[in-house]
């Protein structure tokens, strides 16, 4: 059973940067994509990042040369550095490994809190 687990978020001034961390554990295959994901009070989720094992990534255009997704292959992780923070990127920030070859499902971490103070 794969369990991505998330770390690093917290409160931070406009401005500011965090870097957050998610490690996967129970990997019998690789995985190739990985992503992350936000959830604002009262908004449906929406893709921030994904990354591939290749290192081709793609950024929703609201994060687009402020937040920068990397992974480190030999320790199964992928990290999200987020910088110039706005008050818009308030949310709950999730890992996600999407339904990939050698896994016929998804999976989600537990989420981590980004707050923004203005």
């Known amino acids: 059973q794969v369990q991505l687990v998330e770390s690093g978020g917290g409160l931070v001034q406009t401005g500011g940067s965090l870097r957050l961390s998610c490690a996967a554990s129970?990997?019998?295959?690789?995985?190739?994509?990985l992503g992350w994901y936000r959830q604002a009070p009262g908004k449906q989720r929406e893709l921030v990042a994904v990354i591939t094992s290749g290192g081709s990534t793609n950024y929703a255009d609201s994060v687009k040369g402020r937040f920068t997704i990397s992974r480190d292959n030999a320790k199964s992780t992928v990290y999200l550095q987020m910088n110039s923070l706005k008050p818009e990127d308030t949310a709950v920030y999730y890992c996600n490994a999407p339904p990939q070859v050698g896994y016929s499902r998804g999976y989600w971490g537990q989420g981590t809190q980004v707050t923004v103070s203005s």
């Open positions: 129970g990997i019998i295959f690789p995985i190739n994509v």
